[in-house]
């Protein structure tokens, strides 16, 4: 059909970006967060962000105290998301008229927000999903055409680098190998590790060009810029 | 109509109680949240209480935050409610099956959850109304028998008792008492000093039986069984 | 950062309008919501109209009777904030494509109509809040230059200009000032006296300009365009 | 499958009933509409009540207001259903506790008020439907045993009784004669006429009990403990 | 108003066209829908089209189970519109960003999505209510220019086609004609015939400009022309 | 705290029954889902079925079509959910009053359902989690005494057993073991093979007791009574 092309020209690309929930614990400054803020104004000039903040400190504040109380897991998920869906809510009282406001809650409203061209802050989705995963969805329903994911690590290793010196930093992996990795490195994985899982397979089935940096501004702009950065996740198999 | 009177003998009587944030700061212990489920669970067997939670530390620090980084004043006390719901989670997660679960939202949600006869616990609700407010105007939605502010002062005294060491405490004062100590004593308050004015007309207009009380779980028991203890507010004139 | 002029000069201004419920009683004509609405066009020209209509006669009829049949107040609330809505979906019909349809009916769905560049049509908000007090939040909220408060008087007196010939009209007068007139003339002070403190509190926080006019469409254009009509609130003392 | 049975014997049988927006006008009193909602507590004891306001005087203002100044017809229909809505409110404030609360708006919400055993009040439900048509699909939709319909006329007459002296009062009609008077009488009908052959269709289907009565108390009381009043609608062909 | 005359050229004019669900049936393939959504977006250079899809063979795959287990009929409605919806869906898809996402589920939802200016695919709306009805509520709430309904028929006839050699087909043919000949021909109608007469009235209250023509890409094309073909509907008494 | 014990014997114990998709099937005949429906009953007697619903064959027709279409892998689950939907209003019909209506759309609206001790019926929730994995979080948030999976094989085979004729069937397994079977066998695996391991997970951290079964009805009253049927998931490592 020939408007499939006019489209890719008529508005910009779309980029989802995941935000570790770190950026916003107890000890962050406002001044951290102005800057991420500025980042994401800068890159709005040429792509459209779609950002998805994690939880960190304060959501397993209350997710610890919930379990010891008694909560069934589904409910801490869902108290996860909403302390993430707070952390939201502080970048897009940094942005300004440049976010959309107020926080999507699903992806019919995230659908909504994306249509409005402005910059679009979710927090999680739904319980038994990871913001990995959930970040990988709406890449995929916003046909994004990249997903940075900003994390703790500066990308993916053969092996655990804290516990190993020799561990080898990827420049690019295949999503197989990622999965791979995953079994074997399964024990030292976090809560949701199998969760990383349903997010690579979003990432196979709808081929988004994917890259796992360390969460940092720079890294984050030029990731989103196509540099060579991190590691990058590629769904066919790459030339050895 | 007759019907009025066999209501009163039907269902239990409801008491409202306004929580304090304090008791879920991050310092907040398993143990004390507990203590606070079972004394509702325990009084739930002659009334029905209705449990609004405050929004407490963690509230103020996104507040404080997102205040910084530009957020206008009605979306901080947003997220002062999403955090006192959070709050109100961690209860309901503590009595379980007791507990209405979710949390509600609006009038419209309590007066279905307050039919269920379970024990219901909201926090904030709308932006601009301070939970001293908010939980009037629950108490009077649900024709509860009588309201119960647990706070950090042992009740209202004619002067600050931090400052003043003479600071009479009152063990029952009228509502237009308080409006005129609001008055006098209008600098030293917090930032919803006015709304609770708000609060003060409500139990006015539909004259709730009000007690102000230490937060503390053995004076909160007391309260409800209508002891003697912290300030009784009274609508009509006491006698002297 | 850089963005926070440039959105200055990208959208209009926006002024929050409150209209008393009266324009659309019993009585009221065709004709003379006609005029508002041409009014309400003619000023979307330089700014972005927010308006907040009353409930007026029509909802002291509904809260009367329920009143009488034993309705909490909340409830009366509640029954005035849903005819206000249907007196903001008159204002809509009359200006067709031009306004913002539907009636949003919380700060979320505000936000969302305001970013349509239409002019935006909303009733009251909340029960135990005055439409004074929604109007200031929803100043706030949508970061509004100014607050016209269109009344039944032509401004503030410092005594009841009815009762005492030598009333006299402030032309300029501080938050603080208001307040202290609020005291003392709160025996003759509707339903919602002690809310427009709310709304006071709101103007305060937020330094919004405001100006309280008699309704009328002249005086509201003349508000609107800043011209020296009514009572001007100012936040900072003034010069004497 | 043996449960059917069960059913009927388990729960109160339900009866749906129309009352006409004229009962709760500018001249309602707040006794006539307390003997409404004395009688539906009455009945309450053997059948559970569901009851469908229209919306009268106060409807007809604002439908003809938005139209003059405009409005299309679909949004007149909704300014009526919010009308009727009104009128439900001030029957659940007079019947208290005994009630269902809030207003339900559509199917999905009235199945889980009529679950609650209560008496369910109800306005109208959408655009392009008649308060009629609604009341009967809410007779369907509930598994109503009856639907009293209580208008401005005594029953349906083979003529306009106000015009013809002769005009003739029919004990019990069938679906398909009441459409042949409609056909017939269709230049003296109201704005619905149509939508009330879709009330007859939905009455057909389904094999609702019906009976048009006289809008009085001891009329609906009659009704609904199936005497011989008003007008019997049947879906069979009867016996001459 | 001044403003009215503006709108119309402001704006493109809308067209309501409502799809025939056997469109979208099991047997459907990707080339038939994909030719529909390119003629919907060829269309879109010169009008906003908003689209309305029956439901079709799934729809009553599931009304006749349904049924068979005991279901009322309100709800066999709402499980065909259910299937409408998931019919719009596959529109939605094949137009991409032309189309507005999610599928509008009330007439406020249609307001907002129209005003997107994208192409709005709707299922059906409420119980009780046939797509053609809907389809006419939704022409009317929106403005539309014209209103046009591709079905299994080229036309209205003044007998059944296919029993009689000899019925002739309209080329204009009024409202009210249009219901006389639903009165002779009900008892070959299919479910909905009455709903029909209230698409009938609502195209005649709000004087819509209708086409009913055999649902064929190139018919539908030439009915948003203007282009003389099938039966064109008109509200007032055509010239003979 | 003391009330814990007392739910267990207050309320009926719950089973989450996941029913395959396949019972709603183009070729479902009334009398199949009828006999569902009888089941569900007769063990409602002793227990509260909670019941998941596939998407089955309809599913299929609609993924596959709007993949071709174009469709993001995200609303393709959508889709799916929505038939999964359909289906469970065909098994809400057959049951009438004994099944809570509506469907419930999140895991909120879950616990309400719960809460009024019917039979709860539901589809899919979210896109991007297979019903199996829905299925085993409902059965952790409604603490579920467990969980029968109601498949197309009759239990967990070392290989497949339409492939190698001396595949073994699992009398009892670990989580680990069959996340260890998924790994071997992932190339024969469906569309939501890595999603069963989130299932798999939500099993382990909750210790839900599970069973794989043919889809049959004695089959699953045989499971929900606990009879050793199919495959047993075990969460602790079995003794051998």
Known sequence: MEYDNRHNTRRKKRVVIKLSGSIFSQGASRDSIKKYAEMLFDIS????PIVITGGGEIARHYINLARNLGSDEANLDVMGIEVSR?????????LGDEAYSPVPKNLEE??????????VIVGG??????????????AETSKASSFVNATDVDGIYDSDPNANSNARLFREITVNECIEILKVESTMAGRYDLMDIIALKVIERSKIPTRVVLSDIDNIRDAVEGKDIGTKIVTIKKQS
């Open 125 to 138: 989705l739904h319980p038994g999903q990871s913001t990995n995963a959930t970040s990988a969805l709406i």
């Open 110 to 119: 995230i659908s909504i927000a994306v249509a409005s061209s402005k910059i």
């Open 86 to 94: 707070l952390n939201a809510r502080l970048l897009i009282a940094a």
């Open 45 to 48: 000039n040429s792509v459209q």
